[in-house]
């Protein structure tokens, strides 16, 4: 049985299919914002308060029954929120409406990136091409999660030739 002869120290890549890929790491993740792709950060820490003073973020330092830190509400612990800095969507959650052509070409650049941070290998100008062309399709343009869900899974294809 023949072993390859050049050894690699690289960290091992996720292991997911092309088709799968964006569902898995990224539309269903919790540390991946849905709406615009960014690296959702302080998961645990950090909440956002809307009130007289307008809406800010404040540390968390209360436990909650999942022993994640939390904030006081109601004379009781309450889980936090996470909104995203990029974005503010809250939970990271994808918003529900249909992108422009130009708003879904930046967030492709910015799939790219969050896929080469996972150790994904991915082409972006693949990636970025496959969403332009699929966002100018009138048939298919409102299908916003599966056009980025087609285009991951080329940009990933490619990149495994
Ligand atoms: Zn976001």
Redesign the pocket.
């Known amino acids: 049985m023949s072993t390859s002869t050049h050894s690699s120290t690289a960290s091992p890549v996720p292991r997911v299919q092309p088709g799968n890929a964006f569902d898995e790491l990224i539309f269903f993740s919790r540390s991946t ?1 849905s ?2 792709f ?1 690296h959702l950060r302080d998961i645990e820490h950090v909440a956002v308060e809307h009130g007289a003073v307008g809406t800010r973020e404040r540390t968390l330092a209360f436990p909650t029954a999942n022993a994640v830190r939390g904030y006081v509400s109601d004379r009781r612990a309450t889980e936090p929120k996470t909104f ?1 800095r ?4 809250e939970s ?1 959650r994808a918003l529900d409406r249909t992108l422009s052509q130009r708003e879904a070409v930046e967030r492709a650049h910015r799939l790219a990136d969050r896929l080469d941070a996972m150790d994904v290998p991915a082409v972006e100008d693949v990636l970025v091409h496959a969403v332009r062309r699929l966002k100018s399709d009138e048939r298919i343009q409102g299908y916003d999660r599966e056009i980025f869900a087609r285009a991951t899974k080329l940009a990933i294809q490619y990149a495994q030739r």
């Open positions: 914002c709406e615009c960014a995203c990029e974005c503010g969507s990271g």
